[in-house]
């Protein structure tokens, strides 16, 4: 008796991976652009005060503190509100920019055939 080997062909779920790459992007863009427009005082007061909240030391514990100081190219304190904060800030920036070469590189090809 040959037991059943559970194999999976990648190809299959392209356009599920492709999906969830576009829904990565998008969520990439608006971390990065909203990083730019908010401030500090803008966390720890008003409708956004719920990130400033104390509680136990958690993995995303000062993230968005990190993320907005990353947007303002203060690396040092990026890394004291959260040390993992930069690396994913730079992961969404460059998933970011991939998405955007990804749609003018179609928009491109596109204009091009007609």
């Not at 080997?5 to 990565?24: C, D, G, M, Q």
């Not at 992007?25 to 409708?47: H, M």
């Not at 993992?84 to 090809?109: D, E, H, K, Q, W």
Request: one cysteine or more.
């Amino acid at each position: 008796m040959q037991a059943n080997k559970l194999t999976v062909n990648p190809l299959e779920y392209a356009t599920e991976f492709r999906i969830l790459w576009a829904l990565s992007v998008l969520v990439s863009v608006l971390v990065v652009a909203v990083s730019f427009l908010l401030t500090p005082p803008n966390l720890d007061s008003g409708i956004m005060s719920f990130l400033s909240i104390p509680h136990d030391h958690c993995l995303f514990c000062g993230m968005s503190h990190s993320m907005i100081m990353m947007s303002d190219w203060r690396f040092g304190e990026a890394f004291s509100w959260n040390a993992g904060g930069p690396f994913l800030y730079a992961i969404m920036v460059a998933n970011s920019l991939g998405g955007l070469v990804v749609v003018f590189r179609n928009t491109i090809r596109k204009n091009l055939k007609t």
